[in-house]
């Protein structure tokens, strides 16, 4: 039988079928994934083939069709190793915030570097307009400039009031999308908002660390009733970058991407050369500093904080 996985809780996988009945399926052996280590080998999105165990009514995973792409992130616990996100994604939804809490840009970027070095198309959406200040409305309204201005779809929304929702599911509609971001910006309050019917458990935040306290514990795959599906992911605290090579970097900048044909020499890092074209558009601000800077970050492979300010 074939069918794709819509929920991953480590050891237990639940597979939807051909005919939408949906089966409790674990693996046996090892499936091997083009030398890919990780520390999950089956990932919400994925497409399996799998059989009925004798007797029972659960299921054995036999065989991972081959992806279109994942997204994928260094394994907390194992940094030899990676930690696939979810698997076949249409489109990639950054869920931000300005506050309560904060997301930065870091997190923002690396997310986006990883997405295009899959090729997956990403959207960068502001959750929680309703609470900004004047002055956070502000910020927003420059981040969302910019991106936009780079080739990402972004703007603001509110699941509290509706904002934009409209917007948002004409995005979605009928592809399969990740939402992906801190705990906390309201991955889930969006998901109930763009369909009721899904009753996803929402939760606080911290008074303490202003922080979001996590309700979605497993990647999970749900169908909204206006024709799309949404992998609601757990609130990701860090994103660090997996077998990214420094020399390829720039390549997962769009406004990097089209300047360095220009640079004075080809191997150049933009990172201390003469006559580097994208240096001088940084200088000229055609390319922000602040997204420059997280681009060095990277570059140089520094630990640093995921959810303060840049």
Same mark, same amino acid.
């Given at each position: 039988?074939?069918?794709?996985?819509?929920?991953?809780?480590?050891?237990?996988?639940? #597979?939807?079928?051909?005919?939408?009945?949906?089966?409790?399926?674990?693996?046996? *052996?090892?499936?091997?994934?083009?030398?890919?280590?990780?520390?999950?080998?089956?990932?919400?999105?994925?497409?399996?083939?799998?059989?009925?165990?004798?007797?029972?009514?659960?299921?054995?995973?036999?065989? =991972?069709?081959?992806?279109?792409?994942?997204?994928?992130?260094?394994?907390? !616990?194992?940094?030899? $190793?990676?930690?696939?996100?979810?698997?076949? =994604?249409?489109?990639?939804?950054?869920? $931000?915030? =300005?506050?309560?809490?904060?997301?930065?840009?870091?997190?923002?970027?690396?997310?986006?570097? &990883?997405?295009?070095?899959?090729?997956?198309?990403?959207?960068?959406?502001?959750?929680?307009?309703?609470?900004?200040?004047?002055?956070?409305?502000?910020?927003?309204?420059?981040?969302?400039?910019?991106?936009?201005?780079?080739?990402? &779809?972004?703007? *603001?929304?509110?699941?509290?009031?509706?904002?934009?929702?409209?917007?948002?599911?004409?995005?979605?509609?009928?592809?399969?999308?990740?939402?992906?971001?801190?705990?906390?910006?309201?991955?889930?309050?969006?998901?109930?908002?763009?369909?009721?019917?899904?009753?996803?458990?929402?939760?606080?935040?911290?008074?303490?660390?202003?922080? *979001?306290?996590?309700?979605?514990?497993?990647?999970?795959?749900?169908?909204?009733?206006?024709?799309?599906?949404?992998?609601?992911?757990?609130?990701?605290?860090?994103?660090?970058?997996?077998?990214?090579?420094?020399?390829?970097?720039?390549?997962?900048?769009?406004?990097?991407?089209?300047?360095?044909?220009?640079?004075?020499?080809? !191997?150049?890092?933009? &990172?201390?050369?003469?006559?580097?074209?994208?240096?001088?558009? #940084?200088?000229?601000?055609? =390319?922000?500093?602040?997204?420059?800077?997280?681009?060095?970050?990277?570059?140089?492979?520094?630990?640093?904080?995921?959810?303060?300010?840049?």
């Amino acid at each position: 039988m074939k069918g794709k996985v819509i929920k991953s809780t480590g050891s237990w996988y639940i #597979v939807l079928d051909e005919q939408g009945r949906q089966w409790e399926c674990r693996l046996r *052996g090892k499936i091997r994934l083009d030398g890919l280590r990780s520390t999950n080998p089956v990932a919400v999105g994925d497409n399996v083939v799998f059989e009925q165990e004798p007797g029972k009514d659960t299921g054995v995973i036999k065989k =991972i069709d081959p992806r279109n792409n994942i997204i994928v992130r260094k394994s907390v !616990n194992l940094s030899k $190793a990676s930690h696939i996100i979810a698997a076949n =994604i249409d489109l990639a939804i950054i869920v $931000a915030t =300005i506050a309560q809490p904060r997301t930065s840009t870091g997190f923002i970027d690396r997310f986006m570097v &990883t997405a295009e070095a899959y090729h997956i198309p990403t959207a960068l959406v502001f959750n929680k307009c309703d609470l900004y200040s004047d002055d956070q409305i502000g910020e927003m309204a420059e981040l969302i400039e910019y991106y936009s201005s780079i080739g990402y &779809t972004s703007f *603001g929304v509110s699941a509290k009031t509706g904002f934009k929702l409209d917007e948002l599911k004409a995005l979605m509609q009928d592809k399969i999308c990740l939402f992906s971001g801190h705990s906390g910006v309201g991955k889930s309050a969006l998901v109930n908002a763009l369909d009721p019917s899904q009753h996803l458990k929402i939760g606080a935040i911290s008074d303490v660390h202003n922080k *979001g306290m996590h309700t979605t514990t497993f990647a999970e795959m749900h169908h909204l009733e206006f024709g799309s599906w949404i992998v609601d992911t757990p609130g990701i605290k860090e994103f660090a970058l997996y077998d990214m090579e420094a020399e390829t970097l720039a390549q997962r900048f769009p406004e990097m991407r089209k300047l360095m044909s220009q640079c004075r020499f080809a !191997n150049c890092t933009h &990172t201390h050369e003469p006559g580097c074209a994208v240096k001088e558009a #940084v200088e000229n601000g055609d =390319i922000a500093d602040w997204r420059y800077n997280n681009y060095l970050r990277m570059y140089n492979n520094e630990d640093w904080s995921y959810g303060t300010d840049d």
